[in-house]
């Protein structure tokens, strides 16, 4: 193998390195723009994170499709949210990349406002399945289930095997 | 193109992509160790994450330049809260950079012990304004504002377009 | 210096950089696995987060070893709590890596689920040794302090030095 050659071989290795290295960054940098968005009432932004049919099974209600997820976001209930004071808080999420598409596992925390102070309202298991497209990654699909000791909810936490 | 030609726009290629992951990881950790650090009564440390005329809009107060956000957190008010017991929670921020200025975007909580155990006393919209100066990236201002339903908070946590 | 050894000492850099944000990237996955496997009560896969002689000093009890670690998820007071309804929320962490060694700092929530909803359970200081070994990054060693305002939690925040 010449110098050159050698060279050739360290710079596609560094390169698939580095592609998996901004797989997981930008998959966490979706789950990270969630929270902020949502409590902003941003719906054409939120929208952004979805593929086109995608589907969100928020565990109260299911939303199939992007546009039903911003219609969601700007619904009465959301905004009754939001207007009250609220933090959608989701955690760093443990990802796991095959490919093109993804897995992340992590909790989620509404706290809301109310007349003293804040409270806890819902504590959710969330897993998230993203897909590789044109534009980047997206989510496909995203599930939440209440941590209140049922099964469903423990076993979407396990995501993919170590 | 000669081979080591085709090779030299590779490896520029990729530099430029590895400096917005180290951007990101950057960012990231600047946010990241503001919690830490605060809840440690660190000064010196929680100054060295700010430019010299950084300004802190922490919506109660304002605190303009490291010095007097060292001296915030010596202060009789911040040793109160972390010698009764605190968590200063900031959550994994959703971070744009555009070349040598940034804008970070998430929540912050600030969990409070008392008599039987923890409350959460605060919730907040946190905007950090972040530069690219000659030894890193440093925070240049944040505002955070309560997220009690008013629109400021709401309008705070959009940061940039996506 | 030819152009081709030019090209040598610039993927010698890039290698040397994309090693530090692969480190940095695989500590934090390490973290955020916790929470959401812990929850899970899936004692296999938190296993492998550790070393073989790892210990866990939780504050309330002190862990010896990944099997005593894994026992402890399988043991009746973790199932109790998961069982109950738990997140064992891992803020995203500080770190700082220094060659084969790194050390992580965050805070840990305990959110329980109770008749009418969740309440803060315990807030813990954490501070994780880590070591690289033959398969990875693995957790050496981990201490919880409660954030009740005592020295020792405060202490174990500051991690390394900025």
């Not at 390169?15 to 969630?34: P, S």
């Not at 997820?69 to 443990?94: E, F, L, R, Y």
């Not at 993203?130 to 990654?137: M, Y």
Request: with cysteine; charged share 20%; glycine share 8%.
């Amino acid at each position: 193998m010449t110098d050159v050659e050698a060279l050739h071989a360290l710079v596609a290795q560094l390169q698939e390195t580095v592609r998996r290295l901004q797989d997981q960054a930008a998959i966490a940098q979706l789950v990270a723009a969630y929270g902020p968005w949502t409590d902003a009432g941003w719906s054409e932004a939120v929208a952004t994170l979805w593929t086109e049919d995608a589907v969100y099974d928020a565990d109260v209600a299911v939303f199939s499709g992007r546009d039903a997820i911003a219609a969601m976001i700007d619904g009465d209930t959301h905004q009754a949210i939001i207007h009250g004071g609220s933090a959608h808080v989701v955690t760093a999420p443990h990802i796991s990349v095959d490919r093109d598409t993804a897995v992340a596992t992590c909790h989620g925390l509404l706290v809301r406002h109310d007349g003293d102070g804040f409270h806890v309202a819902r504590v959710t298991a969330i897993r998230f399945d993203l897909v590789r497209t044109g534009s980047g990654w997206r989510i496909a699909n995203r599930r939440n289930r209440l941590l209140d000791g049922n099964d469903d909810a423990r076993a979407l936490l396990r995501g993919v095997s170590p």
